[in-house]
């Protein structure tokens, strides 16, 4: 079975400093890919960052950077320098490359505080 | 401009009345997918497509349809059996390769609200 856990339902950040959304997952399959996408209150999920299960670097995007542990089977997203715009719902998701289907997290809610 | 169309952006059921939602894309994807989102909660699939003419079931299609008759467009249903229908429905599309990064785009959302 699939699973993606996202433990965190609310999250606070002051402006300009960094903050870590955490996820973790659960998998048999030995090849997958984990994203990230943030949902502003307009609703439409945004694409933010990819890593592949066999990527050997943890993926970066700008401000993003996901920092991959796969012992421990964690995904977690890290904001640098977070802006007001920042503010959104943020879901971690996995494809198991054996199949098409993809799988979500509960998401996690960030507010940046001025 | 490339994308993920989804109309309309509200819509009002009345009890015992089927909607269909509108999803078209222009970015030359096979797959298509169907996903409902209630408050507090993450998306669920209700169905997706690999290909025309094909579409399978996700964890919640009981009370909705879909249709795959050409590549851009993937139409859902939602018929009078689906008993709670009021949700966020998304979009979305990928290349449908298998295997590799396979990133997921999503539409602007329908919300759906039964009168």
């Known amino acids: 079975a699939q699973k993606i856990t996202q433990t965190q339902p609310g999250m606070f950040v002051q402006e300009k400093e960094a903050v870590t959304l955490d996820c973790t997952y659960d998998t048999s399959d030995p090849s997958y890919g984990l994203f990230w996408y943030k949902q502003p209150s307009s609703g439409e999920m945004i694409f933010l960052i990819y890593?592949?299960?066999?990527?050997?670097q943890n993926a970066t995007e700008g401000r993003y950077s996901l920092n991959f542990q796969k012992a421990r089977k964690s995904a977690n997203l890290v904001i640098s320098a977070s802006q007001l715009g920042d503010s959104a719902m943020y879901f971690c998701?996995?494809?198991?490359?054996?199949?098409?289907?993809?799988?979500f997290g509960t998401g996690t809610s960030l507010t940046v505080i001025p | 401009d490339g994308g993920i169309t989804q109309s309309p952006k509200y819509l009002f059921r009345k009890e015992g009345q089927n909607v269909t939602l509108s999803c078209e894309q222009n970015l030359n994807h096979d797959a298509m997918y169907w996903y409902r989102q209630d408050p507090g909660q993450g998306l669920r699939l209700i169905y997706y497509?690999?290909?025309?003419?094909?579409?399978q079931k996700g964890d919640i299609a009981e009370g909705y349809s879909v249709s795959r008759e050409k590549k851009e467009s993937f139409p859902l249903t939602v018929t009078s059996a689906q008993k709670n229908p009021t949700a966020f429905y998304l979009c979305?599309?990928?290349?449908?390769?298998?295997?590799?990064?396979?990133?997921?785009?999503f539409g602007p959302g329908t919300r759906l609200l039964v009168l």
């Open positions: 979305a599309s990928s290349l449908g390769l298998a295997g590799g990064q396979e990133t997921q785009y």
């Open positions: 890593q592949g299960s066999y990527d050997q």
């Open positions: 998701a996995m494809r198991p490359n054996t199949g098409n289907q993809f799988y």
């Open positions: 497509s690999q290909i025309v003419n094909d579409f």
